[in-house]
């Protein structure tokens, strides 16, 4: 392990201990690092890290292990993702402090550098269960949306053939999704076998890569099953409850969020930014060049 690493994972521990943190979160693919931090930290604290796709999975002892895209992300785009699959996958909870570590990825090789205390809001009491990060944890299987948000953030990234696309996706709840909604085109995925149509196999990730040019939205089922594409959503937010500068998907996007139980995704065709909203609100954006 680096001196480097090291210094920044000493630090972190020490500013865990001093804010009452309840668990660290080591943003970055490195096994070395982790045996090193669960060692140093005992049961303190739960620990979680993070591996890329393409790499095998390494062992977190009495913790756990988040599989982020296998993209190169600078530190502020894995941290993001990576909190927001411990939400969704029920590592994290509202109402916790974590503090995160993080770096970026120079010839190679991740170094270490920030230190970062994130308070992860309770959303008015953890008791309600219509808040935007409930309802993240209900709409779907963690291995679901963690296999959507990779996707939408690799389009984000590297677009369909080269070219910038946009893409808007809803997740769970489908059947109020699909009252709230009409059909634009014919449906590209009617009468295929539900196993072809799951998000968690390739066929499917590939068919949605494919149609993500097409005009209105995909509606995915909970488990993973893409119900239709080229749905148009009737549910408008109003301008301004979504951030400045945000068109018509993203309203679209935060409106059916507010109307339904559903987790909606847009991905944005002219920045590459991945937005994720719930409950009509915007839980986090994913920077294209992060």
Do not use: W
């Not at 210094?7 to 972190?12: E, F, K, N, Q, Y």
């Not at 990730?205 to 993500?212: G, H, P």
Request: net charge negative; aromatic share 4%.
């Amino acid at each position: 392990m680096k001196a480097r690493n090291k210094a920044v994972i000493d630090g972190a521990i020490v500013v865990a201990r001093e804010t009452n943190a309840d668990a660290i979160l080591l943003a970055a693919s490195l096994p070395e690092e982790t045996a090193y931090l669960q060692n140093a930290v005992g049961e303190e604290r739960r620990i979680i890290a993070a591996a890329a796709t393409g790499e095998a999975p390494f062992i977190v002892k009495d913790g756990e292990l988040l599989i982020l895209p296998e993209i190169r992300m600078r530190r502020r785009g894995r941290a993001k993702v990576a909190l927001l699959e411990g939400l969704a996958s029920g590592f994290l909870q509202p109402g916790q402090r974590v503090v995160v570590i993080s770096g970026n990825t120079v010839n190679e090789e991740s170094k270490l550098d920030t230190v970062a205390i994130m308070e992860l809001g309770q959303d008015e009491g953890t008791e309600r269960d219509d808040t935007p990060l409930s309802i993240l944890r209900e709409a779907a299987d963690p291995a679901v949306f963690d296999a959507l948000l990779r996707l939408c953030v690799e389009l984000g990234h590297d677009g369909k053939e080269g070219k910038s696309v946009g893409l808007l996706v809803t997740l769970g709840d489908y059947e109020e999704v699909l009252s709230r909604s009409q059909q634009l085109v014919l449906n590209p995925f009617a009468g295929h076998a539900e196993h072809e149509r799951c998000i968690l196999f390739p066929s499917a990730r590939r068919a949605i890569r494919e149609f993500s040019g097409m005009d209105g939205a995909f509606v995915l089922r909970g488990d993973g099953v893409v119900i239709a594409g080229g749905r148009y959503l009737l549910e408008l937010a109003a301008e301004s409850s979504v951030p400045s500068g945000l068109g018509a998907r993203h309203r679209a996007a935060a409106g059916i969020s507010a109307a339904t139980r559903c987790i909606a995704i847009a991905v944005s065709e002219s920045t590459g930014d991945t937005r994720v909203f719930g409950g009509g609100r915007l839980l986090m954006t994913i920077e294209g060049g992060d």
